[in-house]
């Protein structure tokens, strides 16, 4: 990295940064309390509230909000007639999933090939680590050139809306005249990219009934109607023979027109076993920024081990359904409803609950704040230009925050590039990637109030 004074701050808080991060991911912060006990996440929003506190903000509070889970806000004035600006992230974290698969523990910082591994070290703890980072450095140099928002979301993985329904209950709490969403990534390691887009997701939990209770599959099988094997049916109504999407009525054609993925560098990325083909048709930008994605990220069916020889008398899946930018998430969601009651076999009593939504997400990458980013990525990253790319995931608060504040510029940056593999085992974050960014983040705060004051 360059000389800049800047940069060299930033790289002076990196073993500040370390210790903080390996605290923050110590709380087992899974939003779901079937997992891991609310404490957890209780304790997490704590601990930002305390560093909130620590760097000087004032108004910080915990905000209960309606899904039953807690957001952190704080509010750090700046000069007299600065523009604002929202920082996002979120606390919460995707469970660790099979622990035994992880390296290292998977709530325990563990330093391993020059990554920091951890549940939520990219997603997006470290997001909230960059944010501090980003306004020491000004503090250190100049001061804080705007004034600052900071919300701390503390269910942004379970979809559950409750930061969104709060913001719509308050809406000048979360005012600003721009918003950075600390919760996407690179789209390469060191190539400096703002996410233009986001998809959409609707989360459905589907239910099959067919007997009064299990029967002997000796006795029965072969005329008794199993709903393990329905479902099993039903959640292949779902894709096509060569994987595409196929929900009835959902359009499933539409093109990506920006930075494209190579198909190469997506098997290597997505880890995909040597002759093991891709799904879907069109580009892989196509597949996973444009078009409607299908997961059956769950489902209720004996263990192997102690099964029994019965037939089911009920059986339950969770899907997931990601939107693209252009499609209604909540029409989405009712043709996937349609699609799965009608596609039943053999007269499946059927049941639908629909668990979490969020819209999908277009920026405008045109407007004045994009301009300062791109000057600050090019001192961050010497060399290189800001890129404009797609993601697949889904941050429901975006489109709540445009609908708000439909004047609000909105970024999207973040340490989710594709070696950090968020939501799997073995999670990390960079370091390079977090002290570039915050480098980034307050080059662009120092770029913006300067933009306004012009």
């Not at 360059?2 to 923050?24: C, D, G, N, Q, Y």
């Not at 996440?41 to 905000?63: K, N, P, T």
């Not at 693209?324 to 349609?338: F, I, R, S």
Request: charged fraction near 20%; glycine fraction near 10%; include cysteine.
């Amino acid at each position: 990295m360059t000389a800049h004074p800047i940069s060299e701050t930033v790289a002076s808080l990196m073993p500040r940064a370390k210790a903080e991060l390996t605290e923050l991911v110590a709380f087992q912060s899974v939003a779901d309390t079937a997992v891991f006990p609310k404490s957890e996440c209780e304790a997490a929003a704590a601990w930002v509230a305390d560093a909130l506190r620590a760097e000087g903000f004032q108004d910080v509070a915990l905000l209960d909000t309606p899904d039953g889970t807690q957001s952190v806000y704080g509010f750090l004035p700046g000069p007299a007639g600065a523009p604002t600006v929202l920082l996002y992230a979120h606390y919460d974290v995707q469970p660790p999933l099979d622990e035994s698969a992880w390296i290292s523990p998977p709530f325990e910082l563990t330093e391993r090939d020059g990554r920091w591994f951890g549940r939520g070290a990219a997603d997006c703890k470290g997001g909230f680590i960059m944010h501090l980072l980003a306004l020491r450095a000004l503090k250190a140099n100049g001061g804080v050139p705007v004034s600052v928002k900071v919300i701390a979301e503390g269910s942004e993985e379970q979809g559950t809306g409750g930061l969104e329904q709060y913001a719509q209950a308050h809406p000048e709490l979360l005012a600003a005249d721009t918003v950075v969403i600390g919760d996407t990534g690179n789209f390469r390691a060191g190539l400096p990219t703002v996410t233009s887009t986001l998809r959409g997701m609707t989360m459905l939990r589907v239910q099959l009934d067919t007997l009064e209770g299990n029967l002997h599959s000796g006795q029965f099988g072969g005329a008794a109607p199993d709903a393990l094997a329905a479902m099993i049916q039903l959640l292949a109504s779902l894709r096509a023979e060569d994987g595409t999407t196929t929900v009835d009525g959902l359009t499933a054609d539409t093109e990506w027109d920006g930075l494209q993925y190579p198909e190469e560098e997506f098997r290597k990325d997505a880890k995909v076993l040597d002759g093991v083909g891709l799904i879907g048709g069109g580009t892989v930008a196509d597949r996973i920024w444009a078009r409607p994605a299908v997961t059956v990220v769950g489902i209720d069916c004996p263990a192997v081990v102690g099964a029994m020889p019965s037939i089911q008398a009920s059986a339950r899946a969770q899907i997931s359904l990601r939107v693209p930018p252009g499609q209604d998430a909540e029409e989405a969601a009712k043709l996937l409803t349609a699609h799965l009651q009608a596609h039943a076999p053999w007269g499946a009593r059927v049941s639908v609950e629909q668990v979490g939504q969020g819209q999908p997400f277009r920026a405008d990458i045109t407007s004045p704040a994009y301009t300062a980013m791109a000057d600050a990525m090019r001192i961050a990253y010497p060399g290189q230009e800001m890129q404009s790319s797609g993601m697949g995931g889904s941050i429901p608060l975006c489109n709540a925050l445009s609908q708000l504040y439909p004047e609000a510029e909105i970024l999207l940056i973040g340490l989710s590039e594709p070696e950090a593999q968020i939501h799997a085992v073995n999670e990390s974050v960079s370091p390079e990637e977090l002290e570039r960014l915050s480098v980034t983040e307050a080059l662009f705060l120092q770029n913006y109030a300067a933009s306004k004051k012009a």
